[in-house]
C-alpha cells in the first residue's frame, strides 16, 4: 500500500500543518495548493514537488501511505484548494462474469480509422456509433453533446457524516449523450481497473443534475466504459441520494464483442 514517489512529500506537509493531530472524526481539513507547494520546496523531483502529481489520486493505489493510515482521501473543492477527507473515497470495478454479448453493430461497412492507436475516445466513439452505449443504456436514441471540462456550481455534500463545500471546480466527462428523457455521463478507461475515486462520477453527476435535471426533468445516467482487447465492458452506476458521496451503487454491467 502506499505510493513511493508521493509518501515522503506527504508526511512532510502533514507535518507542515500539524496535520497528524487533526480530528478527521469532528471535520475534514482544507488545504491550497499554494501551502503544499510551499511545504515541498526543498524537494528536488518533480513529483514530489508538483502539487498536480501529488493531488492526483485517481485509484487506491496512487494514495501516499499517510492517506492509508488513516483512512483518507483527497477531493477539490475549488480551483487551487483541497480538503482531505476520512472515509471511503474509490469504488471497485467488479469484474463482468456474465457471458459476453455478441453484438451486431449497426454500421454497415468496416471502420478503418477507428482502429488507429489506441485511446479511449475512440473506442467510446466506436462505441456509440456501433450501437452498443444506446442498447445498454435502453433509454432510447442518444446523441453525443457533451465533451471537456466544465465547471461544476456550487454544492454541498457529505462522506458519512462530514459535510463537505465544494464551490466550483473544473470536471470532466469523456462524453455525455442526450436521449429524450435522460443523459448519459461516461467514464472511460482503456486499461483495466480495479477501482476509481467516486469524485469522477459523482462530480459530473451533480453538475449535469443542476443543468438538465432540476430544469428539464431529464435523468442522469452515469457509466463506466472500459475496452479490454477485444471486448466493450460497461458499467452503470446510481447515487441514490444525490447529497450522499457514498450513496453510489451499481445499476447492471454488460460486456460486449462485435459480432
Known amino acids: 500500500m502506499g505510493n513511493p514517489s508521493k509518501d515522503i512529500p506527504w508526511f512532510t506537509i502533514f507535518d507542515a500543518y500539524d496535520i497528524h493531530n487533526h480530528d478527521f472524526d469532528k471535520e475534514p481539513f482544507y488545504i491550497t495548493a499554494k501551502q503544499i507547494k510551499t511545504a515541498c520546496q526543498d524537494f528536488k ?10 493531488c492526483y489520486q485517481a485509484q487506491r493505489k496512487d494514495k501516499p501511505q499517510v492517506f492509508v493510515d488513516q483512512g483518507l482521501f483527497l477531493l477539490p ?12 473515497g474509490y469504488v471497485d470495478i467488479p469484474t463482468i462474469n456474465s457471458e459476453a454479448i455478441l453484438f451486431d453493430s449497426k454500421i454497415d461497412f468496416r471502420l478503418y480509422s477507428n482502429e488507429v492507436g489506441n485511446s479511449e475516445m475512440q473506442h467510446l466513439d466506436f462505441a456509440h456509433a456501433a450501437g452498443m452505449i444506446e442498447d445498454f443504456c435502453d433509454v432510447g436514441n442518444l446523441y453525443l453533446t457533451i465533451r471537456g471540462r466544465k465547471y461544476t456550481p456550487p454544492f454541498s455534500f457529505r462522506v458519512g457524516n462530514t459535510l463537505i463545500n465544494q464551490q466550483s471546480v473544473q470536471t470532466e466527462v469523456d462524453a455525455g449523450y442526450e436521449g429524450k428523457n435522460h443523459v448519459v455521463l461516461i467514464e472511460a478507461k482503456n486499461t483495466g481497473v480495479d477501482d476509481i475515486i467516486i469524485r469522477q462520477m459523482y ?8 443543468d438538465v435535471s432540476v430544469k428539464f426533468g431529464k435523468k442522469v445516467i452515469t457509466v463506466f466504459f ?20 457514498n450513496s ?12
Open 226 to 245: 472500459e475496452k479490454r482487447e477485444f471486448q466493450y465492458l460497461f458499467w452503470m452506476y446510481e447515487f441514490t441520494n444525490e447529497d450522499d458521496y
Open 203 to 210: 462530480y459530473p453527476f451533480r453538475k449535469w443534475s443542476e
Open 248 to 259: 453510489i451503487r451499481l445499476v447492471k454491467s454488460s460486456r460486449y464483442i462485435i459480432s
Open 77 to 88: 473543492v475549488k480551483n487551487g484548494e483541497y480538503v482531505i477527507v476520512k472515509g471511503e
Open 45 to 54: 523531483k518533480t513529483a514530489e514537488k508538483e502539487v498536480r502529481i501529488l
